[in-house]
C-alpha cells in the first residue's frame, strides 16, 4: 500500500486549501482513512479520520467547524478541505490508512502513511 499526500502550500490566514490522498492496491474501500499533522517538535496529532464508507466521521475539536474530511472509493482518493485557516494549522499533514474499518483518533492505529504535505498559514 502506497499513500500520496498533495495539496499543501501556502496561504494566508481565513484562506482555504484541499488536501488528497490517494492510495495504490486493492481494499482502499475496506479501510478507515484519517488525516494527523506535525508541527516542528511536537509529536503527531490527530485532525479528521473517516470509516470505510465515509458514512462516520470524526474530527479533533480544533478543527470542528472548519475543516471536512471525506473520500471517494471510486477513486482511493481521500480529501481534506480545509478552510478559515489559521496560523497554528501550520504542519506537514500525513494521510494514514487504519487497520480497522471504523475510524479511530489514535496514531497507532494506522499502519501506511503517505510522505506528508506541507501547509504554511501566514497571519
Known amino acids: 500500500v502506497q499513500l500520496q499526500a498533495s495539496g499543501g502550500g501556502l496561504v494566508q490566514a481565513g484562506g482555504s486549501l484541499r488536501l488528497s490522498c490517494t492510495a495504490s492496491?486493492?481494499?482502499?474501500?475496506?479501510?478507515?482513512m484519517a488525516w494527523f499533522r506535525q508541527a516542528p517538535g511536537q509529536e503527531r496529532e490527530f485532525v479528521a479520520a473517516?470509516?470505510?464508507?465515509?458514512?462516520?466521521?470524526l474530527a479533533a475539536d480544533s478543527v470542528k467547524g472548519r475543516f471536512t474530511i471525506s473520500r471517494d472509493n471510486a477513486k482511493n482518493t481521500m480529501y481534506l478541505q480545509m478552510n478559515s485557516l489559521k496560523p497554528e494549522d501550520t504542519a506537514v499533514y500525513y494521510c494514514?490508512?487504519?487497520?480497522?474499518?471504523?475510524?479511530?483518533?489514535?496514531?497507532?492505529?494506522?499502519?501506511?502513511w503517505g510522505q506528508g504535505t506541507q501547509v504554511t498559514v501566514s497571519s
Open positions: 494514514g490508512r487504519s487497520s480497522l474499518a471504523v475510524a479511530g483518533t489514535s496514531v497507532n492505529e494506522y499502519h501506511y
Open positions: 473517516i470509516n470505510w464508507s465515509g458514512g462516520s466521521r
Open positions: 492496491g486493492r481494499a482502499f474501500s475496506n479501510y478507515a
